[in-house]
C-alpha cells in the first residue's frame, strides 16, 4: 500500500493524519513521490522564504489539483520528513495556484497540551496568518507562477474541504 493510500485517522475529519514533506523554515521543497514510493526533492525555492510551518499532506484524499489535500502544522518543533503526525483541525486556507485550487488546511498537533488554546483559526495570531499568506503569495515570484490566497476560514469550512477531498479520491 503507498502512503497516500494509508489512512487519513480513525478520529478524522477533527483529527487527521499528517505525513510531513517539509520543515517548518526550509526552502527545499519536497514531495511524495507515488510511483517511487518515496520522498524527492521537488526543487528548492528560489526566494530566500523559509516555509512558515511544517508542511505536508493527508492521505487518502485528493484536492481539485490532482494532489492529496495539503496540510499547515502550527508546530514549534521542526517534524522530521515522512513523520505522520496526528493533527486536530482548526481551520483552512484557501489558495488558487497557477490556476489551480490548492487549499491547505491548517492544525496543530493532537496531543500536544501547548496548543489546546486553538482550537479554531480564530484563535491562531494574526501574525502567523499573514507571514503564511505572504509566504505562499510570493514563495513562487522568481519561478513567474502566480498564487493566490483567498483567506481563512475556521474548522466548519475546513472539515467541508475535507469531506470534498475524501470523495474524490473514493471516486
Known sequence: MSLLDMSYGDEAPQIVNAVIENSKGSRLKIEFDKDLETFVLDRVHQTHLGS?????????????????????????????????????????????????????????????????????????????QNSVQH?????KDLKGDTVEIKGFAGVDEAI???DECVERYKK
Open 52 to 128: 512558515p510551518a511544517e508542511y505536508g499532506f493527508i492521505p487518502s484524499t485528493l484536492d481539485e489539483d490532482g494532489d492529496a489535500l495539503d496540510v499547515l502544522l502550527i508546530s514549534d518543533d521542526p517534524m522530521p520528513m515522512g513523520l505522520t503526525v496526528p493533527m486536530r483541525v482548526v481551520g483552512v486556507m484557501y489558495m488558487i495556484d497557477s490556476g489551480e485550487v490548492d487549499n491547505k488546511l491548517v492544525g496543530v498537533p493532537a496531543h500536544d497540551k501547548v496548543y489546546d488554546n486553538i482550537q479554531d483559526i480564530g484563535d491562531v495570531s494574526k501574525h502567523w
Open 135 to 139: 509566504y505562499f503569495e510570493h514563495y
Open 160 to 162: 467541508k474541504v475535507f
